[in-house]
């Protein structure tokens, strides 16, 4: 039983590079969620998904497009990177709406340069 | 203003004592609240959680909860060298179907051996 997973831990990209960020958890939770957390700003939700085949924005999503490929995973991807979205990037999942606890991957750290 | 306020610290606090950690929240609505620990280069993890005035008590943490002042507080008794790490705050956002974490930015605890 991992929990949650994602992949790459670490990954560096040059501006206007895509990449897909990966997260799959096993705990058959219903919601997921993906944070990015940057120094002196906390945890700031990029989007998220409350179910399989939905997805709304959360506070930071310019720059972003999500995908919840079935109820285990949920991608992020950045289509042109930016600078600005150097940040170490989190994934979430939780219960179902009445249970709010979040339990979290363990990170991706990624570069724009 | 902040929907959720935490001192950045750090906080120190020698080896023994207790580490009283503080939060406040903007938002009346909000109704669960949650402590999570988070060391250095690693993801957040759940310590505490509380949806009742009053306190809760687990081990050697306790939170506090205070709806009508919209402060939620985490005491950790018998600090330990292993207490030191990144504590943030989150409070539930009671507004959409699904229930979304407003995270402070975190307070940093040093326990000083």
Redesign the interface.
Known sequence: NAGVTQTPKFQVLKTGQSMTLQCAQDMNHN?M?WYRQDP??????IY?S?SEGTT?K?EVPNGYNVSRLNKREFSLRLESAAPSQTSVY?CACRWD?WA????????TRLTVL | QKEVEQN?GPLSVPEGAIASLNCTYSDRGSQ?F?WYRQYSG?????IM?IYSNGDKEDGRFTAQLNKASQYVSLLIRDSQPSDSATY?CAV?NPG??????I????TLLAVQP
């Open positions: 919601s969620y002196g700003m906390g945890l700031r939700l998220y409350a709304d959360g989190f709406r709010d606890t979040q339990y979290f991957g363990p990170g | 950045s669960s949650f690693k993801s957040p993890e759940l959680f943030l539930n959409g179907a699904t229930n979304k974490l995270f402070g930015t975190g």
